[in-house]
């Protein structure tokens, strides 16, 4: 039998309701798109909060207010966040400990990346920003998961970020439970605006074979995305499906010239995975495909 399709829904991310009204952004409005989503057939769901800037502890105060409607409703749900602003590693990863009982998998960002949209000449910026995971941050990202049973929620922004990953599987330093997320750069790259600017590879078939070519022979689990586009339009997600990838769409990944809602962009991903001969698989077994550490 085919192994079933893990879908992640990240329903958030730096979208905004004046990008689509459909974006959920308070702990309710979260609460209640991921219920929606996991409905539809979703396994993981990733946010973000409206309070970025905030202390650990109160950042994953904020995230639980959102978190603990959907537990409560499907303990099985699979929910994890994102990285918090500061100026040390220990800052920006200071929630992950208090959020740790509530959620399975981390996060683990193995490289550094320009992020920006297009100006009015269309050329990078000024809307710009660079993500930095230097080396040493990457090994205190690997610890943490491994030190609260986090499977790694692994982003792959361009393929230097997967050479580091593959080191640490190759050293047998990977924490269980993890999860490559290729990420193909959309015409309107991470932070929106107009199209022309945006990172690494394009959604083609020769961009998904040249990662493939790296992962070839790693027993890894791997999904696609893409990132300032629409993955479900792209090639990309059928080459996946067919190859065993997973799929990850939602709002924070999303442009086009539609408003969908995360609810809608799920349903056509498993509507996608059905026509490849693929089942969708439940959060339960997700976690066994990915062999998350038990809680």
């Known amino acids: 039998m085919a192994t079933p399709v893990i879908i992640e829904a990240a329903i958030n991310g730096v979208a905004s309701k004046d990008r689509n009204p459909n974006v959920p952004c ?4 979260i609460a209640e798109d991921a219920l929606r989503c996991l409905a539809a057939g979703a396994a993981i769901v990733h946010n973000h909060i409206d309070e970025a800037g905030a202390d650990g502890q109160r950042a994953a105060g904020r995230y639980l207010e959102g978190w603990r409607p959907v537990l409560a409703a499907r303990p099985d749900a699979i929910l994890y966040p994102t990285v918090g602003l500061g100026g ?90 993890a999860l490559v997320k290729l990420y193909f750069g959309g015409d309107h790259g ?59 769409v939602g709002l924070e990944d999303y442009a086009g010239s539609r408003t969908p809602t995360n609810e809608e962009l799920v349903r056509a991903a498993v509507a996608l995975a059905r026509e490849a001969g693929r089942p969708v698989a439940s959060p339960a077994e997700a976690a066994r495909i990915l062999a998350l550490p038990r809680r």
């Open 26 to 29: 308070t702990p309710a409005e």
């Open 88 to 177: 040390t590693i220990e800052e920006r990863y200071a929630h992950v400990a208090p959020l740790a009982d509530a959620m399975r998998m981390g996060l683990v960002d193995p490289g550094s990346v320009n992020l920006g949209a297009a100006a009015e000449d269309g050329l990078p910026g000024p809307a710009e920003f660079v993500y930095v995971n230097s080396y040493a941050d990457v090994r205190y990202e690997v610890a943490l998961c491994a030190h609260h049973r986090l499977g790694p929620s692994i982003a792959i922004f361009e393929p230097g970020f997967l050479r580091t990953a593959l080191a640490y599987q190759r050293a047998g330093r990977l924490p269980a439970g």
């Open 190 to 248: 991470y932070l929106g605006g107009a199209a022309g600017v945006t990172f690494g590879l394009p959604p083609t078939r020769p961009s998904l074979e040249a990662y493939l070519a790296m992962l070839d022979g790693v027993a890894l689990p791997w999904s696609v995305a893409v990132v300032g586009g629409d993955l479900l339009a792209s090639d990309v997600a059928r080459l996946a499906l067919a190859r065993g990838g997973h799929l990850r």
